[in-house]
């Protein structure tokens, strides 16, 4: 943020945000609460939150009372002042799947649900909208009061040509699509790779809370990488970073011999998993039913594979944590995870701890919420200023 001015408005919008921010992370509060909190006098106190009440961003929610002296009002955030819209797309047999949520500014899911939405149409960004207002209205939700929506999808976004990549859902690669949303919604939208978002749900919800720096494999349909530096997330310089199916096997210029995959994704994405998994006699609808129905015979061949794809990330980042995710890595469990070790150990000198995810709700969309809810939060706090600024 720039240096801020010692006008008279700019430090009232400095005690604005100071009081919504800790309306925000520490729920309701009293008038004598926040003067402890922030140092402000009375009177500023007073007109600070008249001022949020006026701007539909905080509310009284009731009186405190068994005490001495007068009945104290509790202020809190008002929920509906603003909200985040998540989505998070997938791919599947027929059309994109797409699953929505929508969070309150005090962070409770209004509404969520899940759609089979047409991509490769005439204008895409207008079928994303359509399926995200016609959630609001069967809540009961002002749609214009989305103020900003987080996408997690099964590939990487280019800002700079405004093009996801490295994607197979039909339409959705199209470059525009994510400008023309914003202007269909009137809202910011951020786009981030599903994997990333897992690992923001992974650390807030599961077990990588308290970690410094931990990878998340994804084994699923597809293969993917978060890795999470003490709670900043690489990326890359094109939103390319974690894209680990892509990684070759063998050296540049040599052939794979009969049975051999030139990458990982060859190896460990589902149609690898389902094909090993026919080879131990395993028959199954998906590749995580078939690591559920697999013997240790099964589990110690695919756990080699998730050996290799995690000794690569050991050697070069050096975690303090692997977390094993995805439908594949969730439905292996401890029989997965504690195979994983063992090859892992065995192959090399580097010992870094592996356990299976702690999610058990959809780590797409709930990286999407929390992310989205965040942002939504930063945003309200920085209009604050930029509206008082000379």
């Known amino acids: 943020m720039e240096r801020l001015s010692g006008s008279a408005k700019l430090l009232r919008a400095m005690n604005t945000s100071a009081v919504l921010a800790h309306l925000l992370d520490r729920g309701p509060l009293t008038r004598a609460d926040i ?32 005490g001495p002296g007068p009945n104290a009002e509790i202020y809190a955030t008002n929920p509906d002042g603003a909200y985040a819209a998540a989505m998070s797309i997938r791919e ?12 309150d500014l005090a962070g409770v899911t209004r509404a969520r649900d899940e759609r089979l939405v ?12 359509d399926a995200l207002f016609s959630v609001c209205r069967a809540a009961g939700l002002a749609p214009e009061r989305i103020r900003h929506v987080h996408i997690g999808v ?3 976004y280019d800002p ?28 910011t939208v951020e786009v981030d790779n599903d994997v990333n978002l897992a690992a923001v749900a992974e650390r ?41 199916g892509y990684m070759p096997l063998g050296l540049p210029g040599t052939r794979p011999t009969q049975g051999e995959e030139p990458d990982l994704d060859g190896v460990l994405a589902g149609p690898a998993v389902m094909k090993l998994a026919a080879e131990h006699g395993v028959r199954a609808g998906s590749p995580a039913r078939a690591v559920e129905l697999g013997g240790a015979a099964f589990i110690a061949a695919l756990a080699q594979r998730v050996a290799v794809a995690a000794a690569t990330v050991v050697a070069v980042l050096d975690p303090s944590l692997i977390v094993l995710a995805g ?31 702690g999610v058990n709700d959809d780590p797409v969309l709930l990286g999407s919420m929390d992310a989205g809810l965040e942002r939504v939060r930063e945003d309200l706090l920085r209009s604050i200023h930029d509206t008082q600024r000379p």
Request: glycine share 14%.
């Open 35 to 66: 003067r402890e909190l922030t140092g402000l006098s009375k009177p500023t106190t007073s007109d600070v939150l008249r001022a949020l009440v006026s701007a539909d961003l905080a509310r009284i929610t009731g009186h405190t009372s068994g």
């Open 92 to 103: 599947t047999e027929r059309r994109p799947e797409v699953a929505l949520a929508i969070s």
């Open 118 to 129: 047409a991509l490769d149409v005439a204008d895409p960004a207008e079928a994303l909208r």
């Open 154 to 156: 099964p590939g990487s």
């Open 160 to 187: 700079n040509t405004d093009t996801i990549h490295h994607v197979d859902v039909p339409g959705l690669g199209r470059p525009g699509l994510i400008s023309a949303l914003r202007r269909r919604l009137g809202a």
């Open 204 to 244: 807030r919800h599961g077990v990588a809370k308290g970690t410094d720096t931990f990878a998340l494999l994804w084994l699923d349909h597809g293969l993917g990488l978060a890795i999470d530096l003490n709670g900043s997330l690489l990326r890359g310089s094109r939103g390319g970073a974690g894209e680990i």
């Open 327 to 357: 439908a594949v890595g969730k439905a292996g469990g401890t029989r997965l995870r504690d195979a994983a070790v063992i090859a892992l150990h065995a192959n090399g000198p580097l010992e870094t701890a592996i356990a299976t995810t």
